[in-house]
């Protein structure tokens, strides 16, 4: 191509380059649509493995605030207590 009779050497050059340039595009584009189509093993395994401790700190931190609101003391209101001694039938530790 750097040849050719009807180019100057700098246009011949000049398409060298974009020829260059358009097989490098060619190359990132099949291996960029290699790396969508099939994911990264490596990386799936990682990401499960975070989604599954993710999973057990959401479980721990639900049980934790649970924790706290029970153990919030009862308001002591004697208009409540009567009531609720006759209606609720929970069975509560002593």
Not at 23 to 28: E, F, I, L, S, T
Not at 75 to 84: F, G, H, T
Request: proline residues 6%; aromatic residues 6%.
């Amino acid at each position: 191509m750097k040849n050719h009779p009807s180019l100057s050497s700098i246009e011949a050059e000049v398409l060298w380059e974009y020829a260059k340039l358009a097989q490098n595009v060619k190359q990132v584009t099949m291996k960029t649509r290699k790396l969508t189509e099939e994911p990264d093993r490596m990386l799936v395994a990682r990401l499960r493995s975070l989604e599954t401790k993710m999973g057990l700190v959401l479980t721990l931190f639900k049980a934790s605030v649970w924790n706290v609101i029970n153990d919030q003391p009862q308001p002591v209101n004697p208009q409540y207590d009567l009531a609720e001694a006759q209606s609720d039938t929970t069975i509560r530790p002593s």
